[in-house]
């Protein structure tokens, strides 16, 4: 499970508004302002998160590590 950290980090890495990431996602903006806003892993539908880390890997983000150690973002290694 991706946590609200790991959100704004992919969207600042990519330089990604709400707005551009509702697009990619497929997700509300107040909805992702709700994720966004919370500490650790925001409570939500699963299909929401899906969605939202759905469209950060497909424009190359990687989130490594889990929410109880190092969780965080990077560019995925081109293979």
Same mark, same amino acid.
């Given at each position: 499970? !991706? #946590? @609200?950290?790991? %959100? +704004? /980090? ?7 508004? +709400?707005?551009? &990431?509702? %697009?990619?996602?497929? =997700?509300? %903006?107040?909805? &992702?302002?709700? &994720?966004? @806003?919370?500490?650790? =892993?925001? $409570?939500?539908? %699963?299909? #929401?998160?899906? $969605? =939202?880390?759905? /469209?950060?890997? @497909?424009?190359?983000i990687?989130? !490594?590590? #889990? ?5 965080? =973002? +990077?560019w995925?290694?081109? $293979?």
């Amino acid at each position: 499970m !991706i #946590t @609200s950290a790991q %959100i +704004r /980090a992919a969207r600042a890495l990519l330089d990604w508004s +709400r707005g551009q &990431l509702s %697009i990619a996602s497929g =997700v509300g %903006i107040s909805a &992702l302002m709700r &994720l966004e @806003s919370s500490n650790g =892993v925001p $409570s939500g539908n %699963i299909k #929401t998160f899906e $969605s =939202v880390q759905k /469209a950060f890997e @497909s424009v190359g983000i990687e989130f !490594i590590g #889990t929410p109880e150690s190092g969780a965080g =973002v +990077r560019w995925k290694a081109k $293979s």
